[in-house]
């Protein structure tokens, strides 16, 4: 197919130093396109000039050792507190309700672990623990799941809930998967490396931080959930983006 | 290889890849950003994530495209966390002008004020083509748009700049 002047300058516009079959043969016959031409090679010449700004002193931050990168843990030694206590509540509210009462009973310590930020945002988000069949949309799961932080199978259970939250001063996604004891908290955590798996033993709650790559998950459900199969499904399906 | 070589040999290859193309991860988020500033804090965050990532790269032959995907990543990232408004190219800041300047050729101000002012989708892959020296395949890939678009919007940059300095000539 011969080009025409129209196809030509929008070809060479696209990438002046391009040479191209059909444009070679054209541009040879077309004083017009060989004037745009070396007119747009002139051009690209100062762009690359306008594009290349002075580049101050670059410094390196300071790298934490691998795999020690904002390690999880729970404090060595650290004070227990009785807790308040237990109220009757709605059964579609009672994950939300046990975690919210433990974390009154445990006011936040100097070392404020991230364990205790994910119960406590838990606990303030009770609305994300009902029990129900009816699965969060796609455009939802994709709004939260989104390439900035990952992909992840959704079929991974019953997803009833996914938002984006603030969990130890970063943005992640906050799903919800239905167990078969009741409401699962999943978070998914790329910015928070653990060096191992962390449990989360708390008089009615049973859960997990696990290191997924360079990142990490939460999961959290009733005490008598089998969070282990839940767990080995989701860390099959989640990719984290560099 | 014990734990400290490990450590040392991964240090060593960072360096190799960041030392080449710490210049370029800067001049990249500053066109992306349009903020000398909050491009150094945006390379300072994607070297960490480079750095923590480092696994991920399995041809260092391949580094390069690594480190800007992080950059545009982390840009992304720090726009939606600080909930930044677009650059209000009538107030600009103090660095911002300073980065506009073209001390030793001014006849290249008014040019590198309208890539400032090209529209986003359209600046990105005109300097990733023309100062990375991407081919329009590899920008498609890393803007995770396909190739025919990414051929219009260079040639509608083009177009557009080339208006400019016509009207500067003409001036």
Known sequence: MNMNCEQYKEAIAADPSASFGDGATHVAGCNSCAIFRVELQALDGRIARALAIVVPELKIPELPPVGDGNIVSMPVGRKTRRLAPWLAIAASFALAAIIGVQSVGNAPDSEYSLADDILDHIGHEPAALKVTNVPVSDEEFSRVVNPSVGSMDRNVGLISYARTCVIHGKTVPHLVIQGREGPVTLLLLPDEMVERAQTIDRNRVNGVILPVGHGSIALIGERKENIGEIERKVVDSVEWSI | ?171
């Open chain 2, 1 to 171: 290889m014990n734990s400290n070589d490990a450590d040392r040999e991964r240090r060593s290859r960072f360096d190799r890849a960041v030392g080449v193309y710490h210049p370029d991860m800067y001049r990249y988020a500053v066109w992306l950003c349009r903020d000398p500033g909050i491009a150094e804090e945006v390379v300072q965050e994607a070297l960490l994530r480079a750095w923590k990532s480092l696994d991920a790269l399995r041809d260092d032959e391949a580094a390069k495209s690594w480190l800007l995907t992080i950059v545009r990543r982390e840009n992304a990232r720090y726009f939606e966390r600080k909930r930044l408004e677009t650059v209000d190219i009538d107030n600009l800041s103090p660095a911002q002008s300073a980065m506009l300047a073209v001390k030793d050729d001014p006849t290249l101000e008014d040019l590198r004020r309208a890539i400032f002012q090209l529209e986003d989708d359209y600046r990105e892959p005109l300097v990733l083509q023309v100062l990375m020296g991407h081919s329009t395949r590899e920008i498609a890939e890393l803007m995770g748009m396909q190739q025919g678009a990414i051929l219009t919007r260079l040639h509608r940059a083009r177009i557009k700049l080339k208006e400019v300095v016509q009207k500067e000539a003409a001036a």
